[in-house]
């Protein structure tokens, strides 16, 4: 499976992003699916992840109530919608995908990862 995350960009506080995770060489259905995010400097740290029945969604606090992790199983592709964005979003984003085990938010969980999307907010 190889996985391509996509749509970062500059933004200003308060505003929105959409990125997504295209899923390629198997179903998106099959795998956990989680977001990181990383600072230069500093460990990668987790997002939101969804699980493989695509059921249930995990945030880290710092973007629970902003950020929404979401599944399109037409398009392969497990989208993250990101609101009232703070400079404090800026970062590396990164997707990963697992399809074993019972799901966790560590990174060592995840098997498989995408290139970064890098996305900026300005204040």
């Known amino acids: 499976v190889q996985l391509q995350a996509f749509g970062g960009g500059l933004v200003q506080a308060g505003g929105s992003l959409r990125l997504s995770c295209a899923v390629s060489?198997?179903?998106?259905?099959?795998?956990?699916v989680g977001w990181f995010r990383q600072v230069p400097g500093k460990e990668r740290e987790f997002v939101a992840r969804?699980?493989?029945?695509?059921?249930?969604?995990f945030y880290a606090d710092s973007v629970k109530g902003r950020f929404t992790i979401s599944r399109d199983n037409a398009k392969n592709t497990v989208p993250l919608e990101m609101n009232s964005l703070t400079p404090e979003d800026t970062a590396v984003y990164y997707c990963?995908?697992?399809?074993?085990?019972?799901?966790?938010?560590?990174?060592?969980?995840?098997?498989?990862w995408g290139q970064g999307t890098e996305v900026t907010v300005s204040s």
């Open positions: 990963a995908a697992a399809n074993h085990g019972l799901g966790s938010s560590s990174e060592y969980y995840f098997r498989y």
């Open positions: 060489g198997d179903t998106v259905r099959s795998y956990s």
């Open positions: 969804i699980t493989r029945s695509g059921g249930r969604t």
